[in-house]
Each structure stands twice: as C-alpha cells, then as structure tokens.
T-cell receptor
C-alpha cells in the first residue's frame, strides 16, 4: 500500500477555475510535505513545502496541512492551461534521519480546459 | 547556473547487458539520489548518497548498483539489465537533507 496517497487520480477544471488536490500519509512519523509539478516529458519541479499546521500561500497556490490527520491539500486558483501537469505529493520522516529520502504519491493529473 | 545533468537522455539496452547512467551536479550539494518513475508506481528511490565514496540503498535497490566517486558525480549501474527495468530514471541532488531538491531531466531507458 502506498504510504502517501493522493486524490483524485485525475481532475479536469475550466480555465480560471479552482483546482483542489489532496494528499494523505499513512506513516505517523511523517513531518514534512512537498508538492511538485511535473509537466509531460519533464522532470518534477518543487512548488511548495509545508511542515506547520495551517496554510501557506504563494501567488495562485495555497497549501494546507493538518498534522493530526497527516493530510495536506494544494489549491490552485485562477487555473491556467499551463497548469496542466502531474502533481506529486511527497513526504519525509525524521525517522529516516538526515537521508533526504522522500516518499512520493502516485500523483494527480490536472487538465485545465480553455 | 547550478544544475543536475543526466546522460544519456535516452537509451535502448538489450536484456542481460550492462547499463550505466550518469549524473553530474553543479549545486555543491552533499546529497544525491536515483529515482525511477513508472506508471502506476510513481517515483521510487533506488540508491542515494550523502558523501563521496559512499552509497546507501533506497527502497528498491535490487538489480542496481550505485557509485559516487566525487561530490559532483553519481552513477547508477545495471549489471544485467532486465525488461522490468524499463523506466524513466531521475537523478536529484539536495543540500541539507530535504532542502533544495533539484531533479535532472531524466533518462528514458528501454530494455529489449
């Protein structure tokens, strides 16, 4: 079973709409989450990271974290066709020590329709 | 500009052959990683290294070896390539653990 689970598997939103992506870890030791965006045929690029309860906003992107439930969500407002990509959630745990290991989910494929 | 460069960009290998994937970083990072990406499995960690001349096993190390001869270079070696190793391979580097993760552009490997 994936230790980092993402939903939905795929999502279609209209241009200008709001996209909401979810990620949950089943590993109680996880303490840090990242969100990556990967355009087709390209490498993953980090969007945002979060380790404190609450919300973090950068431009059109907002990330929420609930540490009690180990649930994070990424919200993209005013979605653009260029936002169409695979969105990956990753988590790390202090139990792995200073290894830099990230556990990735399978991703959510976002399609923004003009 | 600091970067992670992988070579080759793509490769076709025959079953049972030896394959070496190379990675070079100019980020001055201590940590380097090899991941593979497959549909249905996402990104999975194969090997990683936090110092030159030392490598560690990741989550799926079987069938792979790694070599870190210098801070800048990290190679992934498939001694006997198998069909199941067809995938896209990404190298990455980071500074202090979990920070400034930078991925290379990937190597698309097809084993026939």
């Amino acid at each position: 079973q994936q230790k980092v689970q993402q939903s939905p598997e795929s999502l279609i939103v209209p241009e200008g709409g709001m996209a909401s992506l979810n990620c949950t870890s089943s590993d109680r030791n996880v303490d840090y989450f990242w969100w990556y965006r990967q355009h087709s045929g390209k490498s993953p690029k980090m969007l945002m990271s979060i380790f404190s309860n609450g919300e973090k906003e950068e431009g059109r992107f907002t990330v929420h974290l609930n540490k009690a439930s180990l649930h994070t969500s990424l919200h993209i407002r005013d979605s653009q066709p260029s936002d169409s990509a695979l969105y990956l959630c990753a988590a790390s745990s202090p139990i792995t020590g200073n290894t830099g290991k990230l556990i990735f989910g399978l991703g959510t494929t976002l399609q923004v329709q003009p | 500009e600091a970067a992670v460069t992988q070579s080759p960009r793509s490769k076709v290998a025959v079953t049972g052959g030896k394959v070496t994937l190379s990675c070079h970083q100019t980020n001055n990072h201590d940590y380097m990683y090899w991941y593979r990406q497959d549909t249905g499995h996402g990104l999975r960690l194969i090997h990683y290294s936090y110092v030159a001349d030392s490598t560690e096993k990741g989550d799926i190390p079987d069938g792979y070896k790694a070599s870190r001869p210098s801070q800048e270079n990290f190679s992934l070696i498939l001694e006997l390539a198998s069909l199941s190793q067809t995938a896209v391979y990404f190298c990455a580097s980071s500074g202090t653990a979990n920070s400034d993760y930078t991925f290379g552009s990937g190597t698309r490997l097809l084993v026939i």
